[in-house]
């Protein structure tokens, strides 16, 4: 696969995510939240990867749609475990998520628009 931006992007955030999540079982002893972080965090990128060889542009919009929404729930898991004091100071990560939610939804927008 060629060099792609929000490929690369998405896939160095699951990696960032199945490391938190190791931290959290094996560290924190935290098994429900992390198990929802790490699925949503890593399906970001696999849905993204599904998109790029998708075939037909309203498929590759309707995955793109999917890792948006995923995005945003490992968003919520995050912001859930940083309230719930298991994690601290994970700015790095929720940064990465605003700047995946940007791409993903310029991608979706300039889609819809050239549809």
């Not at 955030?13 to 199945?18: C, D, R």
């Not at 790029?52 to 948006?68: C, G, H």
Request: net charge neutral; proline share 0%.
């Amino acid at each position: 696969m060629k060099q792609n931006l929000i490929v690369d992007k998405s896939f160095e955030f699951a990696l960032k995510i199945v490391e938190l999540y190791k931290f959290l079982v094996t560290e924190k002893k935290e098994y429900v939240l992390s198990k929802h972080l790490v699925r949503s965090g890593t399906s970001v990128g696999a849905n993204i990867r599904e998109a790029v060889v998708s075939q037909s542009k309203k498929e590759f919009i309707a995955k793109l749609n999917i890792s948006l929404k995923e995005i945003h729930e490992t968003q919520y898991w995050l912001l859930l475990l940083m309230k719930s004091d298991y994690i601290t100071d994970q700015q790095a990560l929720q940064n990465e998520t605003e700047e995946l939610i940007k791409i993903l939804t310029s991608i979706i927008r300039t889609s819809n628009e050239n549809s």
